[in-house]
Nanobody, 119 residues
């Protein structure tokens, strides 16, 4: 059973940066695609960014140029670097892993972490 634990969220002013981390248990992290999703109050969960095996990435249009997804397989950890944050980025952020070539991984989920951007 894989467990994912997010960290690095919190309250930040607009224009500032945060880096989210997703630590995975187990030794097969490098075999999974990884993604970050978010869900704002009253809205559906949406994909923010994903990285598949081989390193190709996908981003939501709303975060392109501001967010960057990466992974360190040696540490079984994934990251989401969020720059130039906006109030509309406020949401609960979830990491997930799944099949190696999917840009929408959803086999295992973290518990979520709150990110709040104040104006």
């Amino acid at each position: 059973q894989v467990q994912l634990v997010e960290s690095g969220g919190g309250l930040v002013q607009a224009g500032r940066s945060l880096r989210l981390s997703c630590a995975a248990s187990g030794s097969f992290f490098n075999r999974y695609a990884m993604g970050w999703y978010r869900q704002a109050p009253g809205k559906q969960r949406e994909l923010v960014a994903a990285i598949i095996i081989g390193g190709s990435t996908k981003y939501a249009e709303s975060v392109k140029g501001r967010f960057s997804i990466s992974r360190d397989n040696a540490k079984n950890t994934g990251y989401l670097q969020m720059n130039s944050l906006k109030p509309e980025d406020t949401a609960v952020y979830y990491c997930a892993i799944g099949r190696p070539s999917t840009y929408y991984p959803d086999d295992y989920w973290g518990q979520g972490i709150q990110v709040t951007v104040s104006s």
